[in-house]
């Protein structure tokens, strides 16, 4: 049976001495066995790509998360550690394919960096350094710990909206594996996980017409041993598949 295709822009690293552009196993399998999708990269070249062109055949779009961070200049402030990766090719596909999706209403989920480059897309800005932000805890992993430990459950956070009738339960436990955060939420996003100490973990596009959902943890992770995890990708999966009906009509 034909699948959703959901396009997953990939990053640019370097590997040894040359270019690559590459999307992490996980977010794949996701997409793939989870959301009983077809994923498909879209390589990052340093331009803007033909944006219609891509969305004309998808039926979803996922941003992933990432060891860069969104280029600060994106959201009117200088680079504070000039040490952390940024990935500016990836920037100039991601922010406007972002805004275009939403426009042609392609089903949208975004995860960790690319949940803070949809609040950057829509206006919105990030704290660069979340853990010397005064009234936030430190939000990073222990990255000297098994990847097991690194991404098991960090903290609880509280749901409401849509997310909390996808995941059935206003209360779950996250990871929480990132240094940079939402700092002002764009207009038009309506936050629907708060942590404890008040730093925004998920949101949606309020007047999008399909799905359109970011999360600041990582339910990627062994996506279909945890039931949270689980309930999000089947429903951007059930998303992507009422997208593909349509167009095939």
């Known amino acids: ?20 552009n590459a999307v992490g196993k996980k977010y794949l399998d996701a997409v793939a066995v989870v959301a009983d999708c077809q994923p498909l990269l879209i390589p990052v070249l340093g331009d803007t790509p033909d944006l219609d062109a891509l969305l004309d055949i998808a039926d979803g779009v996922m941003l992933t998360g990432s060891v860069s961070n969104v280029h600060p ?10 040490a952390l990766p940024l990935d500016p090719a990836r920037d100039a596909v991601t922010l406007p394919l972002t805004r275009r999706a939403i426009a042609r209403g392609v089903p949208l989920f975004a995860i960790c960096r690319g949940f803070q480059e949809m609040n950057v897309a829509f206006g919105g800005s990030l704290h660069q350094a979340v853990h010397e932000t005064s009234g936030y805890m430190d939000h990073r992993e222990d990255k000297a710990a098994s990847l097991d ?17 996808i995941v059935g339960a206003t209360r779950v436990g996250v990871n929480s594996v990132h240094g940079q955060g939402i700092d002002r939420l764009a207009d038009g996003l309506v936050a629907e996980a708060l942590a404890d100490d008040g730093l925004v973990e998920a949101f ?3 007047a999008a017409e399909a799905f359109a ?17 689980t309930r999000i990708f089947a429903a951007f999966g059930d998303a992507c598949r009422k997208r593909m009906l349509a167009r095939s009509a």
Not at 149 to 165: C, F, I, N
């Open 1 to 20: 049976m034909k699948k959703p295709i959901v396009l997953v822009p990939a990053c640019s690293k370097m590997l040894g001495a040359h270019p690559f």
């Open 204 to 206: 949606r596009v309020a």
């Open 213 to 229: 959902l970011g999360v600041q943890w990582h339910p990627e992770w062994k996506a279909a041993e945890n039931p949270v995890s």
């Open 73 to 82: 200049a994106h959201f009117d402030q200088a680079v504070r550690n000039p």
């Open 149 to 165: 430990v690194q991404y098991g459950e960090a903290h609880p956070v509280t749901l409401s909206g849509r997310l909390a009738e």
